[in-house]
């Protein structure tokens, strides 16, 4: 089989300002052999999407120096020696790209139909009716429902897996010999992800293209890739077939990236995390205790949720209002010391229950008792001393923080506003204490939100939950945003704190895995509604309503796990 | 990494700003020039400029004396004795007793100038710039604030605060803004510099309004808000403590764009008769002078506050464009 790209010595830098600059990629060689799906996977800041965007000509110019040495052939040609025009015509005709955010990936203000005939018309020079033709087919062919409705469609008129259709007709438009794929499917639900990579894995036999789809996701590589490229810091850490990475991995960032997510029929106590696979401490064969979930006879409800629902009123003509029921009808219990898990996907309600029931949206009707007193009724200054017993972590750190705060103003505010502590003096030492109890040095207490990784700000932000000791903590999709392996750090540290402090969670996520991870109880929601609520166990052993086998079904499951090795 | 406490927004604008070295001298330019207006305020500098040190309309010094003037003052000198002047013999009876002061020798030529009652150009320019820089500065103080508790208002709380706003704005707006100083300035029926502040503050506010209520609706749907609300935080905390840090850039980068306008609009508004009271001096009320100097050819007085005025303008304009870079909220 012929090689269709060779990357080879591909060094990158980025000028940060005059004097610092910082290499992003450090002397990755790789290829993608003709007709052959190729994954390359690797957290944030491993390289991947810029290794692609290089292959793309895409990086900006400024800013971006490409080592002398690098290389990077297509079909024999050295793209790094052609010059912008000849690079462009390449682009978009014989290497095509698919980005990440279809929203902001398609022109708003064009429609679909027009979107995709202009690549029609700028490389293969049809005119407008043969275009139209052309891109009807394509539509057709991206499994797009009503082709000759949505053509005429504006890209916000369509859903977000619609959309990935549109830019997936657009990309294989010119019958590109190389489609890449960055990220196709992060932005997507979990049932939309399923359809969009089973239709790039047709696409890539029915065309024989060449695919290099770049995932943070390794249980989504098994799905569709031949081979597989582990990155990570800007090197390649692993190369080969699919089957040999995922089954046998040989290099221990490999493994640990395999294992560090929850898997659907396991559950360890703790999550083995990157540093446990690099020391050895984690790894094939040693023995992990599973962890026992579900209510007990024993539990006492701590929150008692009856039929609560919330409603948005959208204005409409000049004095109708549409009302529109993000969620209807949601009642349950929270026992103390346990996790609720709810999950859905996006437009479902389960963030909407969670706001609501911190006030931060206002209750259309419905109650939710906590300790015999409804939370939804009584005055706001009647809520007031119950702020600190419920608390929130929101799902971006990098914006649930003041940018404008020290860590130590985040964490002093919340314990002088409830007069915890007894004066200035007394709260820092508490808050540099729970700094550390998160994982945090005693030193960030001065330091500003920016300097610190994603998993660091979250322990930020549970940090000033803490300060208040809640009762019940919100975690709305509070580790959604974070890496692989950062996640199951994060994960470990909110199941420690649950041990310790006994606090009950409503654990909001799209993510069945780690929701089974985390939760003793899981209530399945879909368009505002529960449509099933069971223990953790029974739920995912026997899942009763359609809904929910179908949002298992589409879990990837390109691996096995140890339990089952 | 060793240090316990990192640089704040400040530090780091600060640093930012250094770099630049266009903002630098800008900079230079503006703190030179709020150093005049702090001398001469406390009456170190160019509080004489009243006294008539020249001849009337005495040319700069570069130029030379102006030969007519020369001449005429030569003969006054060379005038000899009149036995005939009816008076002589009461002036020197009084100019013993000290009555009449013999008239001063007036300089022929001064550093830039004199203007027609022969005060120096350069004195009346600082002392000018004084009343321009407290107008401008003190006016666009005011409006900024007014627009920015607006603002704040308004895109915090929405719904009927923000119509009641949106609606006193939308009224403000809809008058010329020429005729509503006029109308603000013939109501408060006073001339003097804290009267230009009021009118210019009191009709500026509406572009500061206008953005910074934009940046509170932007910002108070954001996590960090709402983060701040579920630990109990009140509505002025989060409209000032929280958010207002978040959105200054905005006021501030207002707050230097409409020094610059205020400025000339006092220069519009004292050419128009309409500023600084009578004995009080400032770059419009010169420039005002200037139309009726320069039809007799003296061009030095329109000269010296034009570039004064244009020296200041442009470095505070430079500095507020750099400012807006350095700012930049993005504190990744």
Same mark, same amino acid.
């Given at each position: ?8 010595? #591909?060094? =990158? ?53 490409? *080592? ?102 657009? *990309? =294989? ?14 932005? $997507? ?51 080969? *077939? ?91 219990? $929270? ?19 969670? #706001? ?22 009584? @005055? ?59 994982? #945090? ?25 803490? @300060?208040?000791?809640?009762? =019940? ?93 | ?20 070295? &266009? ?33 009337? !309309? ?63 150009? &350069? ?33 915090? !709380? ?12 939308? &009224? ?51 996590? !960090? ?50 500023? &600084? ?56």
């Amino acid at each position: 089989m012929n090689d269709l790209l060779t990357v080879r010595d #591909l060094r =990158i830098r980025f000028r940060i300002d005059r004097h610092t600059s910082v290499e992003a990629v450090k002397g990755v060689s790789f290829s993608v052999p003709e007709n052959t799906t190729v994954a390359l996977v690797g957290e944030s800041g491993s390289g991947k999407s810029v290794s692609s965007l290089a292959v793309m000509g895409l990086l900006p110019r400024e800013t971006t120096t490409i *080592a002398p040495g690098s290389q990077i052939r297509f079909n024999g040609v050295d793209l790094l020696a052609l010059g912008p025009d000849q690079r462009r015509a390449l682009c978009g005709k014989e290497i095509a790209m698919i980005f990440q955010e279809p929203m902001s990936s398609l022109n708003p203000v064009f429609t679909v139909g027009f979107q995709i005939g202009e690549v029609l018309r700028q490389h293969l020079g049809l005119s407008g009716r043969d275009a139209r033709t052309r891109t009807l087919a394509l539509l057709g062919e991206v499994g797009m429902p009503d082709p000759a409705v949505k053509i005429d469609a504006y890209p916000s008129q369509l859903s977000g897996g619609q959309q990935q259709r549109v830019m997936i007709a657009m *990309a =294989i438009a010119c019958e590109p010999k190389l489609l890449i794929a960055d990220e196709p499917t992060t932005a $997507l639900d979990v049932t939309i992800q399923k359809q969009i990579v089973a239709l790039i894995a047709s696409l890539q036999k029915k065309r024989n293209m060449a695919v290099l789809f770049i995932t943070h996701d390794l249980g989504l590589v098994g799905e569709i890739a031949d081979r597989v490229i582990v990155m990570r810091h800007g090197e390649v850490r692993e190369e080969g *077939a699919a089957t040999q990475v995922l089954q046998a991995p040989q290099d221990p960032y490999t493994r640990a990236l395999l294992y560090c997510r929850p898997t659907l029929d396991s559950r360890p106590q703790r999550l083995p995390v990157i540093d446990d696979f690099l020391s050895g401490v984690a790894g094939p064969g040693i023995a992990i205790t599973e962890r026992t979930r579900g209510l007990t006879a024993n539990d006492t409800p701590v929150l008692v949720v009856d039929k609560l629902c919330k409603s948005f009123f959208t204005r409409q003509g000049l004095f109708g209002k549409r009302t529109f029921k993000a969620i209807e009808d949601v009642s349950f219990t $929270l026992a103390r010391g346990k996790t609720l898990g709810i999950v859905g996907e996006s437009g479902s309600g389960k963030t909407t229950v969670g #706001l609501t029931l911190l006030r931060l949206h206002q209750a259309t009707s419905g109650s939710a008792l906590f300790e015999g007193h409804d939370l939804m009724t009584m @005055t706001e200054r009647a809520y007031l001393p119950y702020k600190r017993r419920i608390q929130i972590i929101f799902q971006n750190p990098y914006a649930s923080l003041n940018p404008r705060f020290t860590v130590g103003q985040i964490l002093m505010e919340p314990l002088r506003i409830h007069r915890i502590g007894a004066d200035d003096r007394a709260r820092v030492t508490l808050a540099q204490a729970l700094l550390e109890r998160v994982g #945090l040095p005693a030193a960030a207490f001065g330091r500003y939100p920016h300097e610190f990784s994603g998993g660091q700000r979250q322990r930020i932000a549970i940090a000033r939950c803490l @300060t208040m000791k809640p009762d =019940i903590l919100v975690c709305d999709e509070s580790v959604s945003a974070l890496d692989v392996s950062v996640q199951a750090q994060v994960l470990n540290l909110l199941q420690d704190l649950q041990d310790e402090f006994g606090m009950s969670y409503l654990f909001i996520s799209h993510d069945l895995a780690v929701v089974k991870y985390m939760a003793d109880q899981v209530m399945v929601m879909q368009h505002g509604k529960v449509v099933e609520m069971a223990d953790a166990d029974t739920l995912y052993r026997a899942p009763q309503h359609p809904y929910t086998r179908s949002l298992l079904a589409a879990i990837p499951r390109g691996i096995k796990s140890f339990s089952s090795q | 990494m060793t240090d316990t406490f990192s640089p704040g927004l400040w530090t780091l604008a600060w640093r930012r700003l250094r770099v630049d070295r &266009v903002a630098m001298a800008a900079l230079g330019v503006v703190v030179a020039f709020l150093a005049l207006l702090a001398l001469s305020g406390m009456g170190l500098v160019a509080a004489d400029w009243e006294r008539e040190v020249g001849v009337n !309309y005495a040319p700069p010094a570069f130029i030379g004396p102006d030969a007519a003037t020369a001449a005429a003052q030569a003969a006054h000198v060379a005038l000899p004795p009149n036995p005939f002047d009816p008076l002589a013999g009461d002036i020197a009876v009084l100019g013993k007793t000290g009555a009449v002061v013999a008239p001063e020798s007036k300089r022929t030529t001064l550093p830039f100038g004199a203007d027609k009652w022969g005060h120096d150009i &350069v004195k009346k320019t600082v002392k000018g710039g004084q009343t321009s820089l407290v107008v401008g500065l003190g006016a666009a103080l005011l409006a900024v604030a007014l627009g920015t508790l607006f603002g704040a208002l308004a895109g915090f !709380y929405g719904g009927v605060v923000d119509d009641l706003f949106n609606w006193f704005y939308s &009224v403000f707006t809809a008058i010329p803004s020429i005729l509503m100083i006029l109308t603000v300035a013939a109501v408060l029926q006073q001339k003097g510099v804290a009267t230009i502040v009021l009118i210019l503050g009191l009709t500026g506010w509406t572009g500061p309004f206008r953005l910074i209520r934009a940046e509170y609706i932007k910002h108070k749907g954001r996590e !960090y808000v709402l983060a701040a609300h579920a630990i109990g935080a009140s509505n002025w905390q989060k409209m000032f403590h929280h958010i207002f840090p978040n959105v200054s850039h905005v006021a501030l980068v207002q707050l230097s764009i409409l020094v610059v306008g205020f400025i000339k609009a006092e220069v519009i508004l004292s050419f128009l008769g309409f500023g &600084v009271p009578v004995g009080t001096v400032s770059w419009g009320s010169m420039l005002n002078e200037a139309q009726n100097e320069l039809i007799l050819g003296k061009w030095w007085q329109l000269a010296a506050a034009a570039s004064a005025m244009a020296l200041l303008v442009t470095a505070f304009s430079l500095l507020t464009d750099a400012l807006r870079d350095a700012l930049d909220p993005k504190l990744k």
